[in-house]
C-alpha cells in the first residue's frame, strides 16, 4: 500500500509564501512522475507541477514563476509558492503516477486573503 501524507498548508495573505511537504511511503525518485495539484471549490482538480522521470519540471502557466517544485529526499518532495495570490486558494495534493497505478495523498488546504 503506497500512502502520501501533505503538509504545510494554512491561511496566508496574499504576497506570503507557503512551503508544501509530500512525504511517501515508498521512494519516488525516478518515477514516471511525481507532482503537485490543486482543487478549488466548484472547479476540476488541475495539475500546479510535476516531476518527469528525467527530473524535468513542468508547471501550470499560472504559477510559474512563483512556484518550485523540487525533491527533499528519495522519498519526499516539496512545492515552494512564493507571490501567493488569491487564486491560489485551493485544497492542494501531491500525486505520484508509478505508470501502473496512480495515488493521491488526501490533501492541505492553502488559503490566500486578499
Known amino acids: 500500500q503506497v500512502h502520501l501524507v501533505e503538509s504545510g498548508g494554512g491561511l496566508v495573505r496574499a504576497g506570503d509564501s507557503l512551503r508544501l511537504s509530500c512525504a511517501a511511503s515508498i521512494s519516488i525518485f525516478g518515477i514516471k512522475s511525481r507532482g503537485w495539484y490543486r482543487q478549488a471549490p466548484g472547479k476540476e482538480r488541475e495539475l500546479v507541477a510535476v516531476?518527469?522521470?528525467?527530473?524535468?519540471t513542468n508547471y501550470a502557466d499560472s504559477v510559474k514563476g512563483r512556484f518550485t517544485i523540487a525533491s527533499a529526499s528519495a522519498n519526499s518532495m516539496y512545492l515552494q509558492m512564493n507571490s501567493l495570490k488569491p487564486e491560489d486558494t485551493a485544497v492542494y495534493y501531491c500525486g505520484i503516477d508509478l505508470m501502473f497505478a496512480k495515488y493521491w495523498g488526501n490533501g492541505t488546504q492553502v488559503t490566500v486573503s486578499s
Open positions: 516531476i518527469g522521470s528525467d527530473g524535468s
